[in-house]
DNA sequence: GTCTATAATCTGATAGAC
DNA sequence: GTCTATCAGATTATAGAC
């Protein structure tokens, strides 16, 4: 089919963010050039401009609408006892990165290619993410629940491992993401247990 | 001082690839040129070609070197009962990578870089670091010490875990690396305790 | 809204003088 | 071993036609 001419609003741009969304997480933010973008949606490379007004503002929405969508998940954050709070937490965790391998790859591997500003941004949603965790931990130490002796560590520890899924959990694989859930729940729970040794 | 011409080999060399490691580490492979590298080695572009084939070459011999030189440890893997072993290894990983941000920082985040090829030979020794632990938690399970249903899922998690350690510690700040290797020894030893529930 | 054309600059890598 | 000069092509972003 040739490519025709016209106007499209509403669906290249979408098309755009898709595409170079999957490009920046496959190669790269500072590999992928707007003529490649542009290449896969369909576009000449200065069309793309009708939709960003540049490239590091391609990069900086994606990021900023990723942490965002997290951030608007209903969690039910302070319901119910501390262990299941986290219990939930950990559940919540996997799952939603697991869904969206792309947004994950990129907010963690392109925070060094944002402008300083856009930096900031980003790494204050970040550490609201965070805060959550924090917070739950704080209230299961209070509440008799947890042997956790610095909560700021352990949440930093614990996001990192259940992160680290994203990089070797595949669909269809040996284990379904139940297991994966079931497994990695067990490890967080002795690990933030009170200690009986 | 003014710009000199002549010999400096052994000394261009090495501070090629110190050069091509920092900037690496700070502004990714993609981003960073031959040029700059030239620049702040001190020389011109063209006499890098001296000291390496091409940049994929730096990247990777970087690459491989940090993974070599880390399985070169003498860790005493096999010695004294599990636990033991096990807490051995979280305090090596731990301050091993501590001491060097860079090549870890690159270790994971370049990997989409290298060619199939190179990418395939990181690949092995990475997964020969990670049998290791594996195997140190095989025999835990074997003895009765660890209750850990799946090794490989766990080894993933530790590692995991501990790596992220880099993303967050800096000398002077809060925490000495002593306490953080405590801290993280705390949660690990526990996640794979034998449930006591 | 998309196109073509282009400005201004940068890229990795090589050749040959010294 | 380092230099200068260069090849051949890529880069982001913009201007103006349609």
Chains 1, 2 share one sequence.
Do not use: C
């Amino acid at each position: 089919m040739a490519r025709t001419t016209g106007s499209h609003a509403g669906i290249t741009g979408p098309k755009v963010r898709q595409t170079a969304l999957k490009l920046f997480a496959q190669d790269g933010y500072a590999a992928v050039s707007m003529r490649r973008i542009a290449g896969q949606v369909g576009v000449q490379a200065g069309a793309l401009y009708n939709y960003t007004p540049d490239k590091q503002s391609l990069l900086f929405e994606l990021m900023r609408d990723h942490m965002t969508d997290l951030l608007d998940q209903p969690v039910e954050d302070g319901d119910g006892p501390p262990l299941e709070q986290l219990e939930r937490f950990v559940s919540f965790h996997i799952r939603y990165h697991a869904d969206r391998p792309d947004e994950v790859f990129i907010a963690y591997m392109e925070l060094r290619n944002l402008t300083p500003e856009n930096f900031a941004e980003i790494e204050k949603l970040r550490r609201q993410y965070e805060d959550r965790l924090e917070a739950i931990l704080r209230r299961g130490v209070e509440a008799g629940d947890f042997g956790v002796a610095d909560p700021k560590i352990v949440t930093l520890a614990i996001i990192a491992m259940l992160t680290g899924v994203n990089t070797w959990f595949r669909e269809g694989g040996r284990l379904s993401l139940d297991e994966v859930v079931a497994q990695y729940w067990d490890m967080v729970r002795k690990a933030v247990a009170a200690d009986r040794r």
